[in-house]
T-cell receptor, first 112, second 113 residues
Framework: NAGVTQTPKFQVLKTGQSMTLQCAQDMNHEYMSWYRQDPGMGLRLIHYSVGAGITDQGEVPNGYNVSRSTTEDFPLRLLSAAPSQTSVYFC???????????FGPGTRLTVL | AQSVTQPDIHITVSEGASLELRCNYSYGATPYLFWYVQSPGQGLQLLLKYFSGDTLVQGIKGFEAEFKRSQSSFNLRKPSVHWSDAAEYFCAGGTSGTYKYIFGTGTRLKVLA
């Protein structure tokens, strides 16, 4: 199993550009989530999904969109990038209801 | 409101010394609790987890944690630290029936040779 994979590993955007961060898992996990990690703030939940076709907002959803058309994939879309979205983004997956999450290697995004 | 707090931003210990990293939680019910470790430039790796039962939990790499309901704490311990333990450590909590996990702000561990 590859586990949780994320692409790209690094990305530089200009303000106003859009892009999609990719996340895939091959463990047949129902639950997937996106976090952003900023210095001194730990990990904050952006969006999460409890299954294909079902998504919900986390703590910091503004400026991000998600969709879940398959169990395996959970892409995160930045509609119009802003410097405040410069961060490291982690995707995670798990079985339902309180079980440990498995994390991808992260995407380091810089918005100029 | 639910929260997970790590009071120490930085901790420095000498190699071979014992280690304790603090984690406090605030939940209405007993949460599921986790400790993760993140090496520089890497993702998060699970060290150990507590769901219920025995309050002393053993994890990987020689770590253990003790759940103390009376103190709302889940502190991480290691009897003898190795230089390779230098990393950032995150405590996290979740509850049955919810898919939202709350992470603490992390404790960065430095190990002196």
């Amino acid at each position: 199993n590859a586990g949780v994979t994320q692409t790209p590993k690094f990305q530089v955007l200009k303000t106003g550009q859009s892009m999609t961060l990719q996340c895939a898992q091959d463990m047949n996990h129902e639950y997937m989530s996106w976090y952003r990690q900023d210095p001194g703030m730990g990990l904050r939940l952006i969006h999460y999904s409890v299954g294909a076709g079902i998504t919900d907002q986390g703590e910091v959803p503004n400026g991000y969109n998600v969709s879940r058309s398959t169990t395996e994939d959970f892409p995160l879309r930045l509609l119009s990038a802003a410097p405040s979205q410069t961060s490291v983004y982690f995707c995670a997956s798990s079985y339902p209801r309180g079980v440990e999450q498995f994390f991808g290697p992260g995407t380091r995004l810089t918005v100029l | 409101a639910q929260s997970v707090t790590q009071p120490d931003i930085h901790i420095t210990v000498s190699e071979g010394a014992s280690l304790e990293l603090r984690c406090n939680y605030s939940y209405g019910a007993t949460p599921y609790l986790f400790w993760y470790v993140q090496s520089p430039g890497q993702g998060l790796q699970l060290l150990l987890k507590y769901f219920s039962g025995d309050t002393l939990v053993q994890g990987i790499k020689g770590f253990e944690a003790e759940f103390k309901r009376s103190q709302s704490s889940f502190n991480l311990r290691k009897p003898s630290v190795h230089w390779s333990d230098a990393a950032e450590y995150f405590c996290a909590g979740g509850t049955s029936g919810t898919y939202k996990y709350i992470f603490g702000t992390g404790t960065r561990l430095k190990v002196l040779a």
